[in-house]
């Protein structure tokens, strides 16, 4: 099959690099100028994990895992109030679980197709139209483009999603939270920081800083906000960052001088993408822009993977029409529930009280003892078993 994919991000570089091992013709368009760099460090686990393995990439994921020793729960004047170690954390996802910057699986899953399908970057979307037998499809660089199915990979915002269902705003859920991350080189003031994710929360709003290789330091920003819309401008960003963090303690001051000048600062909305169909004809969505989990759920990219993994199986088995029935049906209904519980588990990962916030030590201190490890076991589904098949 011809088949053009929008987003060169985890969903869409896995779908392409598998739609090509199996003698599909792809093209790939991306609005970025060249790969991202940009992210925080994602677990990643359940079925994405499954995907991986299947698709041979458990070595290269093995490479760019950091073995965080564990994690540091700050007092405002960086003191440490308890760690967890991070090896026991591990075990609540049965030890099949990674760490790494979401950039560094974006560049594993381009070196796949490097060379083996053309990835236009700078690009978008303008138009499509579909008949019974192709979808047609004008590029922003005023190519044309025509074939059998086009896939929208372009995350939650996308562009392909709004063409074919129209406008965001039913589709998607606000967690009425935003997310800020960007890296540094570190200075001496940061001497602190070793091997550990450290982590400050205070209700409504948290802070992580850990150590990346090459002596750079990443942090992490979670905060309520009724004040911003839901696509701030960077501008607008930083505002809110420094007017609801400006007055903690500890390394925050120095970390918010940066944030302005850094190069790879990333700020989003915390959201879920609920969709009642994630294909329409031939246009299939993958990814975060059908089933957006947030990271309250700890494995978007994850799952991100293991959808693109799935659909690429069933394009490989079906015509195109059952392909993206099977996809939806067994996919759909299991990660409608991660969302569920991730809402329901929202309150732990973001204390909005001192309540929670206490409720959340007291839950992250019983999830190292051993007894008490089935009760906190992460929630993750696992591929369907049409998809489990191992490349040789
Ligand atoms: C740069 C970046 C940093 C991120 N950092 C975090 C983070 O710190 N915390 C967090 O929780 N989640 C983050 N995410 C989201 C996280 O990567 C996803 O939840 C998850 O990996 C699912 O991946 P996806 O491929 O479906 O979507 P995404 O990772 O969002 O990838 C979508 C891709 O499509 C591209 N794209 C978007 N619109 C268009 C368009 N109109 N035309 C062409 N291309 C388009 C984007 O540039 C991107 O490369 C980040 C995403 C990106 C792109």
């Known amino acids: 099959m011809d088949i053009l994919i929008i987003g060169a ?3 869409g570089l896995t779908l392409a690099g598998e739609l090509e091992r199996s003698g599909h013709a792809v093209q790939v368009v991306e609005k970025a100028p060249g790969l991202r760099t940009e992210g925080y460090m994602i677990d990643f686990f359940g079925a994405g994990y499954d995907a991986a393995e299947h698709m041979g990439l458990l070595k290269e994921l093995e490479e760019i ?7 540091s729960i700050k007092r405002s004047d960086g003191s440490t109030r308890y760690s967890v170690p991070y090896p026991k954390l591990r075990k609540l996802a049965d030890g099949r679980h990674f760490n790494f910057m979401r950039g560094d699986l974006e560049h594993v899953l381009f070196k796949r197709l490097q060379g083996r399908v053309p990835v236009l970057y700078r690009a978008t979307i303008q138009s499509f139209q579909q008949d019974d037998h192709s979808v047609y499809a004008q590029l922003s660089n005023g190519s044309e483009w025509s074939g059998d199915l086009l896939v929208g990979a372009d995350g939650i915002h996308s562009r392909v999603r ?5 406008e965001p705003e039913g589709f998607i859920r606000s967690l009425k939270l935003w997310t800020a991350a960007f890296t540094f080189e ?3 003031l940061y001497a ?3 091997n550990s994710f450290d982590l400050l929360t205070e209700p409504g709003r948290q802070i992580s800083i850990y150590p990346l290789t090459g002596d750079r330091i990443a942090v992490f920003f979670l905060l309520r906000s009724n004040k911003l819309n839901a696509r701030p401008t960077r501008e607008e960003a930083l505002h809110e960052l420094a007017t609801r963090f400006g007055d903690m303690g500890w390394l925050v001051p120095d970390i918010l001088q940066r944030s302005g000048t850094a190069a790879d600062f990333y700020f989003d909305a915390v959201a879920q993408v609920e969709m009642p169909q994630w294909t329409k004809g031939r246009v299939a969505l993958v990814g975060d822009a059908c089933h957006c989990v947030s990271l309250l759920a700890g494995q978007g990219a994850s799952l991100a993977m293991a959808g693109s993994y799935t659909l690429a199986q069933c394009l490989t088995e ?4 059952t392909a993206l029935t099977v996809y939806e049906n067994s996919l759909k209904p299991q990660i409608t529930e991660v969302q569920k519980s991730a809402r329901k588990v929202a309150s732990f990962f973001f204390p909005d009280t001192k309540f929670q916030l206490l409720l959340r030590d007291i839950s992250m201190r019983a999830s190292v003892v051993p007894v008490l490890q089935p009760f906190f076991k992460f929630k993750s589904i696992r591929l369907p078993a049409h998809s489990s098949k191992t490349y040789t």
Do not use: C, E
């Open 318 to 321: 079906n015509d195109a029409m």
């Open 162 to 166: 709004k063409l074919v269902f129209g």
């Open 186 to 188: 570190r200075t001496a």
């Open 192 to 194: 602190d920081i070793q």
């Open 65 to 71: 895992h950091y073995p965080i020793s564990g994690l």
């Open 9 to 11: 991000g985890i969903a």
